[in-house]
């Protein structure tokens, strides 16, 4: 669960985080390789379900090139630190040479062609920017990759419980397929009843009624299933044209139900808590950024230049009047209208303000954790209810079922009972998938799930 708006991110990752984040043409083309490749699942564990979307979800994919394009960024701003060398060309001809009078005579200054070519080479000795840029470097890398755990960590939650959402279906489509075989049994028993004279029709069109209400659910549950599974498919990029096999161990998942639930919710293990620690100090960092607008600017240059004069075009290159020169540049600003206060000040509450997020995420982790707890333990012990009323039940549907085939009960108790044990199995394997849910939300409570 993010404590973050989407507005509050785009605000502080546009504030310090390296910007310009335009993808290259290679990037994206290996973006689309890697979806091509994506291949399909032998094997579609949820583990191995897991990986799949890890590997090959667009989302991910997209917060890797992300974290690539922070990197060259970086490099980027930080090749400012290294020298500037660069080359000017400029050719022009004057159709009116400039006049001037001295000592009462009109003197022209100047040729009618000139070209000139510079070289200028410039090092920053002290510039805020890219003393900002070297300070930040690992904390922007920081900061991408951890947004790209949160990110897989969030698929990883959503691509579980989608999981066991289609288990949840299917099953009840495989408890369907056995009450239906059971309940043709019966019908076909009533049916030879009824020819027999032992039983009137009520007993076979029971029967029927019972069988079309199953085959019905189990209709409807088919088509619920596909949608869920292509909900799966969509969060795991998988192929749209293939079939996905889900294989699974009850009688595992049922080992792996437990935790220890005498944990404490730990905010600083949520990858939130990390990504707005990393955040802080980047403002941190802007903070001391806008105190430096106070200390000037410092460059060393110099130059060389070609000069070349003449009237004649043709012999415009055969003499030159070259000059070069050294500098240290000092660029102090003295007054801009109070703006280095205000945004030193805007800094100042812009900490203030991520001590808050980090406040309110201590207090929302505490309450999450609590409330995932409580519904797991909830559906721990429903499960473990329904599992015993689903053996109560089968056991009195196997007595009612011998006791009516020898005369003593009515086909209506036994219609009864297979109802019972039906809804049984159904509300187990419910409870089973609702608790392996809940268990996933109480991990990623107290920051286990981090990928």
């Known amino acids: 669960m993010s404590y973050w708006s989407k507005s509050d991110k ?96 009109p003197v022209k200054l100047g040729v009618s062609n000139i070209s000139a070519g510079q070289f200028t080479v410039s090092q920053p000795l002290f510039n805020r920017d890219v003393l900002l840029a070297r300070r930040t470097q690992n904390e922007v890398r920081l900061q991408a990759n951890q947004l790209t755990t949160s990110n897989k960590t969030d698929l990883a939650v959503d691509v579980s419980k989608a999981f066991y959402d289609v288990l949840t279906t299917k099953q009840q489509i495989d408890v369907a397929n056995e009450d239906i075989v059971r309940l043709e049994r019966s019908l076909k028993d009533a049916q030879n009843q009824y020819k027999a004279g032992v039983a009137d029709k009520i007993d076979y069109k ?10 019905a659910s189990k209709k409807g549950n088919e088509e619920i299933l596909k949608g869920k599974i292509e909900y799966l498919k969509s969060l795991m990029a998988y192929p749209k044209a293939q079939e996905l096999n889900l294989q699974y161990d009850s009688l595992q998942m049922e080992r792996e139900l437990f935790l220890d639930t005498l944990q404490n919710a730990e905010y600083t293990s949520r990858i939130e808590y990390q990504l707005l620690n990393t955040q802080k100090r ?25 000069n070349f004069q003449n009237n004649q075009f043709l ?3 055969s003499k030159n009047f070259p000059n070069s020169f050294a500098a240290i540049t000092l660029s102090f600003p003295i007054y801009q209208g109070g703006k280095r206060k205000i945004n ?33 333990k909830g559906s721990l012990t429903n499960l473990l209810t329904q599992k015993e009323n689903m053996e109560l039940a ?11 085939r020898s005369g003593i009960k009515t086909y209506l108790e036994v219609i009864a009972s297979e109802t019972d044990l039906r809804l049984a199995r159904i509300n187990y394997y419910n409870a089973l998938y609702q608790v392996l849910s809940n268990k996933i939300d109480v991990q990623r409570a107290l920051g286990q799930l981090n990928y």
């Open 206 to 215: 029971r029967a029927l009624i019972s069988l079309n209400n199953t085959k």
């Open 315 to 317: 012999d415009l290159y």
């Open 394 to 404: 089968r056991e009195v549907y196997d007595i009612l079922q011998l006791q009516y």
């Open 282 to 306: 980047l403002l941190e960092y802007n903070y001391q950024y806008t105190k430096w607008s106070y200390l000037p600017t410092v460059a060393a240059n110099g130059a060389y230049n070609l």
């Open 344 to 376: 030193t000040n805007t800094a100042e509450w812009q900490l203030k303000r991520i001590d808050l997020d980090i406040k309110r995420l201590q207090l929302n982790v505490n309450a999450e954790y609590v409330r995932a707890l409580g519904s797991y």
């Open 10 to 105: 785009k605000f502080f990752l546009a504030l310090i985080a390296v910007a310009f984040l335009s993808p290259s043409p290679s990037l994206l083309l290996a973006q689309s390789q890697a979806l091509v490749e994506g291949g399909t699942l032998e094997k579609a564990t949820l583990e191995e379900v897991v990986k799949y979307a890890l590997k090959n979800q667009p989302a991910i994919q997209q917060s890797v090139i992300d974290e690539r394009i922070t990197e060259n960024n970086i490099k980027s701003r930080l090749a400012d630190w290294y020298p500037q060398i660069n080359f000017n060309y400029n050719l022009q001809h004057n159709f009116i040479v400039q006049t001037s009078i001295i000592g009462g005579n």
